[in-house]
């Protein structure tokens, strides 16, 4: 599976390295102000740094699956040794910053633009560049595509012959006690997810800063408490565990679907990148959100259906197991959960800019029907009589695991808590807006009335 995410990324970092080397070519070649081809330039130079970065770290990561001792770090992958590749990926991701830092430095300190006029300058920067990317491209490649084939450790083969290994792609040999749930765990979703949003975020905070901005420490503190949330139930024993036990899947479930979006909202990072990104990026980010598809997706009925409806939706029906038993199943079951989240508590208690949200007090229904629906769900796992996923679960034979329907009870239980706690804090939440919103006016109506007194 991180073989798997790593060589996507990698294709993708790729083809928008090479997809902003060429526009930044045609534009070097077609423009004549000097001015604006220096921009053109200093903007492409982080981006190609970015992309450079991931796709080493993309061809370093699968790498790893492969090493089972550290032996194997000089055993040939595919052509190329894993530490050779770590030694030639570093080594190109460095000259790289320097080829576009030394570019860079020659524009600024050109008379009149003389440097970038320079046909041969331009021809080098293109080449040198495109050398880069395909080395770059190509040793990461060849570090990927045999942890794709083999698919993990070479000792998996001998241990695959066991069900968690089978289903699982790794043993459970002992039940999940506090430092089993302690330990770090590779994680294909929450790595990506992390190593996306967070330097995002962090790259727009920067951005606003350089420019003399503020941008409340708050909203970075709850956006960054949001990645760690998604980290944590993803990326340490939680996540092993959850595909084995489904009260452990209910608790990475409501983090993910509740806890965690309800931080990253409070950040508000449509908020953040209408402020920080350039003019041109801006008003493409405002077109989308304000588009008809964003329309009908952010309508109060889409966002309750979305949010309530799959709750049902996946797991009153097979698609439940067929995510558990697949890796690309368990993997869009997570973003799911995470994007219906975001999208359901940037509705309800967003402070991005949104046309279609109401005011505090009509959006209590919304939350109300909220929690009805998880209350309603809960009660079912508590009380049902059928396990949910039971033939995936029976299917691992795991001797330590508990009765089906006991572990479902305490899913359930754990689903209604945590649902609750959520629920009714957001609630409370809005219910105070309403209030602060109306002191507002009442303050804004008596100063109105004593000027017109005056």
Sequence with gaps: MLANVGLIVLLLSAGLWCFALLTTGARAQSSSSDAYLAGVLSRFAPLGFACAVAVSACGLAASTITVAHPADLVATAGGIPPLGGLL?????????????????RQAAAAQDGAALQNRALRRRFLAEEAIILVATVAVSLTLTLPAVSAGGHDHAASVASTPEMALLGYALPEPPGLGALLTLHADAFGIL????????????????????????????????????????????????????????????HMVLNMVSPLLLV?????????????????????????SRAAAIVSHPVAVTAIFVVSLYLVYFTPLFELAMRNHWGHFLMQLHFLASGF?????????????????????????????????????VLVFGVTPIGAEFYRDLALPWAPDLLSDQALAGGISWVLGELVTVGVLVALIMRWFAGAERADRALTRRRARQRV
């Design 343 to 379: 999208l359901f508590f940037w509705f309800v208690m967003g402070v991005d800019p949104d046309r279609n949200r109401p005011g505090p007090l009509h959006r209590v229904p919304i939350l109300l029907t909220a929690i009805l629906s998880h209350t309603v769900f809960a009660v």
């Design 193 to 252: 997810f992390a190593a996306v949003s967070a330097p995002l975020y962090l790259s727009g905070v920067r951005a606003l800063h350089r420019r003399g901005d503020r941008w409340p420490l708050a909203r970075t503190v709850a956006f960054l408490a949001g990645v760690v949330s998604v980290l944590l139930v993803t990326c340490t024993g939680f996540g092993r565990y959850a595909p084995a036990l489904f009260s452990l899947h209910m608790v990475q």
């Design 88 to 104: 030639l990926l570093c080594l190109l991701v460095v000259v790289g910053r320097m080829h576009r830092q030394i570019l860079l």
């Design 266 to 290: 409070a950040g508000a990072p449509v908020t953040l990148a209408l402020r920080a990104l350039p003019v041109r990026e801006r008003r493409v980010l405002l077109a989308a959100t304000h």
